[in-house]
């Protein structure tokens, strides 16, 4: 696999805002004021280090800094009459990997959902990988139990439309891998608490477990936190296209704060940690 690709799948395997500075102040876990009903609040942003472990057999290389990813639950809006939540996410390559690798990543996605349940109704992924240049809209059609796809390729003028399908068979609620975490972070968490999502990437959709396998601390660069460790499995098939595994630690409080998250592939490992916590407004 060519360095460009490998940088590509670290920075876009968690598929895991607004670019610029925002006000707000940064509060360590735990410090930040909840809803009453939520432990996490409309302007919540994390922001995460993300660095990569390569294999084995690729034992001379040193751990490398890839990349930065920010999450946003970013506010209300609504959505065809009816009252939503925007989350929205930044993601970008940094350090020496990039370097290394000879390609810039700066991707941003908006997820539209429903705020009691996290359903998906409109995902927007701006899609910017070197040359790749990409923006996909996908449609949830609740009702009709369908979806509508729309890719353009804005690498070229004037833009291309490379899909614009519509799919059925869709179930009832679908959610990604950030509206689950919220959800999750709604759960009374416990050894061995399972929870299962249908989760929908452009217009694959799978279905995954999530289950607290034990309680530990953790290090990072904001401090050492016990945190509920999580581990994801598929139901069908591989989790991720290369294979591989996702877990996820969350703070062991009631804000239940995604801490660090970790995946494991043929092309090594790529670790998450927590670097700042800023809401907005407080």
Known sequence: ?????????????????????????????????????????????LTYVAKWDPPWYLFFLPSMEAGEIELQLAGETEYEGRKAWKIALKAHSSGTLVKMAGVKIDDEFIFIVEPETFCLLHVSKRIREGKRKRQIDVEYLRDAGQLHIREMDESVVPAKLKK???????????H???????????SELSLQH???????????????????????????????????????AALMGGLFKEGGQFRLWLSA???????QFEVK??????VGKLTRIIHEGS
Not at 164 to 174: A, F, Q, R, T, Y
Not at 265 to 270: A, E, I, P, Q, S
Request: with cysteine.
């Open 1 to 45: 696999m060519r360095a460009p690709r490998l940088l590509i799948v670290i920075l876009c395997l968690l598929a895991f805002v607004q670019a610029g500075p925002t006000p707000g102040q940064e509060q360590p876990p735990g410090q930040i004021q909840a809803m009453a009903a939520d432990p996490f609040s409309i302007g919540e942003r």
């Open 164 to 174: 614009d399908e519509i799919k059925g068979n869709i179930p009832p609620c679908l």
């Open 176 to 186: 990604d891998p950030f509206s689950a975490t919220y959800l999750l972070r709604r």
């Open 194 to 232: 399972e929870q299962t999502f249908n989760i929908s990437h452009d217009d694959r959709i799978k279905a995954i477990r999530t289950r607290v396998e034990k309680r530990e601390t953790i290090e990072t660069p904001m401090g050492n936190f016990p945190a509920w460790n999580i581990g994801t």
């Open 253 to 259: 409080d009631q804000r239940r704060i995604p801490l």
């Open 265 to 270: 592939v043929n092309l090594g490992k790529v």
